[in-house]
Nanobody
Framework: QVQLVESGGGSVQPGGSLTLSCSVSGFTHRSYCVAWFRQVDEKEREGVAGLFSFFASTIYADSVKGRFTISQNDADDRVFLQMNSLKPEDGAMYYC????????????????WGQGTRVTVSS
């Protein structure tokens, strides 16, 4: 009954910005992680950012640190990924995922996934 739904993807030019949104429902644990992963075609899905709800602590992949910001809006159970200074290599299908307790970088640790939203960065 847990459901994650991403939105906000689109096509932007290099240097542009996008904000992705993940709506989370049916996940009532007080201690959990919501993370963003991305995948290009058939390549391995890689972690981008994660937010640990209990302390609102965050983790970021080195490739996006300083450019991306993950945040949470408790009022409507949404987790956002603000992406600035986008590069062509940021283009991918972006997924949000959830697990109990702290964030990790391993996709196998996450039990719940959204359907994905596509981000294209090109001139």
């Amino acid at each position: 009954q847990v459901q994650l739904v991403e939105s906000g993807g689109g096509s932007v030019q290099p240097g542009g910005s996008l904000t992705l949104s993940c709506s989370v429902s049916g996940f009532t644990h007080r201690s959990y992680c919501v993370a963003w992963f991305r995948q290009v075609d058939e390549k391995e899905r890689e972690g981008v950012a994660g937010l640990f709800s209990f302390f609102a602590s965050t983790i970021y992949a080195d490739s996006v640190k300083g450019r991306f910001t993950i945040s949470q809006n408790d009022a409507d159970d949404r987790v956002f990924l603000q992406m600035n200074s986008l590069k062509p290599e940021d283009g991918a299908m972006y997924y949000c995922a959830a697990k109990t307790d702290t964030c990790t970088w391993s996709i196998s640790d996450y039990d719940y996934w959204g359907q994905g939203t596509r981000v294209t960065v090109s001139s």
